[in-house]
């Protein structure tokens, strides 16, 4: 390989997206080897890993946030990225410069003796730059399941579950029960768990019983209640009251909570309402303003106050489409006009699932190609949404650019358009407007 650390980190990404000849190995063996070799099983003294269905990038978000506004210093390791394969990696609250990455890239290539995957490649590359760093607290959200995930490679301090749905059934199983047993393999022995899931399958109750561990549940031991203008969170040791609304889900945030109560930190009730304002994640029913809506505004050669609202999400499984469709139907019924979706999603998904939760509330469907080896074309999409709602009023598109050019064009100004489906639907719509 002739790749050296001054490459260019897009050169060094294709090398790593062809370098084994799976996309997805699952197994530790190979990765744990390499890092064992390398010295990078204890990135920092305290570890917390974040599994679940959902909600995984909103909870690790408040935590970092709450970790850093306590004054630790705190890396984030993330997947996938929207714009750039940088924003998988933060450490002080900072995407690290390319040239950081193609240095751990070189290092981690010069010394590795097995053949590894893209996803695993990334995630020593990441518990490289942490170790570099001297940080106090490392954030791992897990990529795929648990057991058999990369992340697992490290034993964490404290693992966080957040929600636990049908997805990914290729590789965890096809029930609740068999994929709770996959995520619950981030369970450590005599280490604290938290488990925002409300109801929790019993296999991973017992893997917590098998590992002694203290388990911390949301129908249990500790709970949320929203109110007009603020939220409470409780537990059986502490009330917090009088909390400010967040831009993220308050399920996560409460989950986000009761993971510092558990912490070996002494942080504050001021620097819990103080992150809570603060926290935001691009993609998380995120509402476009300013700046983005000009360039879509010049994009379309439209006037800027004739646009409608628009929305962009990430969901992409049935569990995210059902917390999506209660945020719409709170929305819709405070405006005039029609929701209007533009929605890409990848082959591998359930899609039936995902529109069986979404048509009631969205008005008119724009089904858009995506590219790629697991890509779907809008065609293809489209007739599973006619299956499963054979009145629907959809279209299919060729690209998320001209889906959204033509959901724009075709609306009014007290319509929203949605954009949503896969991380690569609203990676693409974001590189439309950059």
Not at 5 to 24: G, V
Not at 75 to 96: C, K, T
Not at 101 to 109: C, G, K, L, P, V
Not at 175 to 203: D, L
Request: glycine content about 6%.
């Amino acid at each position: 390989m002739s790749l050296k650390a001054t490459s260019l980190l897009a050169e060094w990404l294709s090398y790593l997206e062809n370098s084994h000849f799976k996309a997805i190995d699952l197994g530790l063996e190979r990765i744990k080897s390499v890092a064992e070799e390398l010295d990078l099983l204890n990135p920092a003294p305290y570890v917390i890993t974040v599994g679940g269905t959902n909600g995984k990038g909103t909870t690790c978000r408040l935590l970092e946030t709450i970790l850093l506004n306590h004054g630790l210093r705190v890396g984030v390791y993330s997947s996938p990225h929207l714009l750039r394969y940088n924003e998988r990696v933060r450490i002080q609250n900072q995407d690290l410069p390319d040239e950081m990455h193609t240095a751990s890239f070189d290092f981690i290539e010069k010394h590795k003796t097995q053949s590894l995957t893209y996803f695993e490649f990334s995630t020593l590359s990441a518990l490289h730059l942490f170790k570099q760093a001297k940080l106090d607290v490392v954030i791992l959200e897990v990529g795929l399941g648990g057991r058999l995930d990369a992340t697992n490679i490290v034993d964490n301090d404290l693992a966080v579950i957040t929600s636990i749905d049908i997805d990914h059934t290729d590789f965890l199983g096809s029930t609740r029960e068999e994929i709770s047993f996959e995520k619950a393999g981030i369970f450590r022995a005599n280490k604290p768990v938290v488990i925002g899931e409300p109801n929790v399958p019993r296999p991973m109750l017992e893997q917590a019983e098998k590992l002694h561990c203290h388990v911390s549940r949301r129908d249990v031991n500790w709970s949320f209640k929203a109110n007009e203008q603020t939220w409470m969170w409780q537990s059986n040791k502490v009330r917090l009251e009088n909390l400010p609304f967040c831009q993220i889900p308050l399920a996560n945030a409460a989950t986000a909570l009761a993971a510092v109560e558990q912490l070996p930190f002494d942080i504050s009730v001021e620097t819990i309402k103080r992150s809570l304002i603060e926290v935001e994640l691009v993609g998380r029913f995120q509402q476009l303003k300013g700046n983005q809506l000009e360039k879509l505004a010049a994009r379309l050669s439209a006037p800027y106050s004739q646009l409608p609202k628009v929305i962009i999400d990430v969901g992409h499984n049935p569990h995210a489409a059902k917390y999506l469709a209660e945020k719409l139907t709170a929305l819709k019924a405070q405006i005039s006009g029609r929701i209007i979706a533009v929605c890409g999603m990848l082959k591998d998904k359930d899609a039936e699932s995902v529109f069986s939760q979404l048509t009631f509330v969205i008005d008119q469907w724009h089904c858009v190609t995506l590219g790629g080896y697991r890509g779907q074309s809008g065609d293809d999409l489209n007739a599973k949404l006619t299956t499963v709602c054979p009145s629907a009023k959809s279209v299919s598109e060729d690209s998320v650019a001209e889906g959204v050019q033509s959901a724009v064009k075709n609306a009014d100004k007290n319509d929203i358009v949605l954009v949503f489906g896969s991380f690569h639907t609203v990676g693409e719509f974001l590189e439309y407007l950059a």
